[in-house]
């Protein structure tokens, strides 16, 4: 077929109707986006000669996304999450704000509120039968190498099976979630378990994304991070346990060389003793270092919809149904 129509004044006007460009009211931004998103679908349609049946069949996938709360599950493995770090890092490098543990994608799963402790905690509640005990820990020092004592460290990552606590209605509330207050030595330590790589839901719509596009919805094992401290910049990031099959092949892109971290299996009977544990256990250690900021809006978290976060917050309020 060889029909173009995208660059014929009728429809140049007809898009500037439909984003509100002739209307007083609505928001400018709004509809300055709206206007360039939409020009550049119909050009893409025009382009592919995209058929009534594609349309309406990717119209029906975007209802599955969304009534299933999965647009932010697709999202990271579209790579618009790590993109947005990317633009972070740039923006970061260009107002000279460098050193520092590196940032990585947040991942949908988070819930706000969890337990919190002064420099230890228990995240794991003794039921997961297959988890490898696992001891955390790492000292967070500014980018001098001084520690800084009082950060707040919030932790959350999955039980053996891949599954997130709240999202996974079987495990009991935050389980493998805390925040932990480092001590006087900027440490924090956790005891909990081992986590197992997480996978897309198989068959949801997400899943049919990548598929269609050839790929697999894996992640490595990781455990995320939110780390914060007075006059320090906010830092989001993960650790990926080293030797997983997919640490270089995150669905996610969410792996960097410097946030791969080993767990080393130890079996001394002392060490054992000394942390009070009953067997074998893993340790890994991840310090993190932290960016110095007086702007008080770099020291916080950026805005978003997150589980008991919000009132407002979809995926909370369909958390019972939601499969991810
Ligand atoms: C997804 C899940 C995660 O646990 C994560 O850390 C990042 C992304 C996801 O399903 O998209
Ligand atoms: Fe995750």
Request: charged share 30%.
């Amino acid at each position: 077929m060889t029909v173009k129509i995208f660059d014929t004044p009728e429809v140049q006007d007809f898009l500037k109707s439909v984003a509100g460009f002739d209307q007083a009211g609505g928001d400018e931004r709004t509809k300055q986006i709206m206007h360039r998103l939409l020009s550049d679908l119909y050009r893409l349609i025009d382009d592919f000669d995209v058929t009534p049946e594609e349309y309406w069949a990717a119209v029906s996938l975007l209802n599955a996304l969304g009534g299933e709360t999965q647009f932010g599950l697709l999202s990271p493995g579209l790579g618009f999450d790590h993109y947005l770090d990317m633009r972070q890092d740039a923006i970061d490098a260009e107002a000279r704000r460098t050193g520092g543990t590196p940032r990585t994608i947040e991942g949908p799963l988070y819930v706000a509120g969890a337990p919190e402790a002064e420099g230890f905690a228990r995240m794991d509640d003794g039921r997961d039968q297959d988890g490898e005990t696992m001891w955390l820990t790492g000292q967070v020092r500014d980018v001098d190498g001084s520690p800084i004592a009082g950060a707040k460290v919030e932790i959350w990552h999955a039980d053996s099976k891949g599954g997130y606590s709240f999202f996974d209605p079987t495990q009991s509330e935050y389980n493998l979630r805390r925040t932990i207050v480092t001590d006087g030595e900027g440490r924090y330590t956790a005891r909990s378990i081992i986590p197992s790589g997480y996978g897309v839901p198989e068959g949801a719509p997400t899943d049919q994304v990548l598929k269609a596009l050839g790929r697999h919805g894996e992640r490595p094992a990781h455990i995320h991070y939110f780390i914060s401290a007075p006059g320090h910049q906010h830092l989001t990031t993960q650790i990926n346990l080293a030797g997983d099959a997919y640490t270089w092949d995150d669905f996610a892109f969410a792996t960097r060389e410097e946030l791969v971290v080993p767990a080393h299996r130890i079996e001394d009977r002392a060490e054992i003793a000394r942390r009070e544990l009953d067997g074998p256990f893993s340790e890994v250690v991840f310090d993190i270092e932290l960016a110095r900021t007086e702007a008080p809006e770099l020291q916080v978290r950026h805005k978003r919809p997150r589980a008991k976060e919000d009132e407002q917050d979809q995926a909370s309020r369909l958390a019972g149904a939601a499969k991810v």
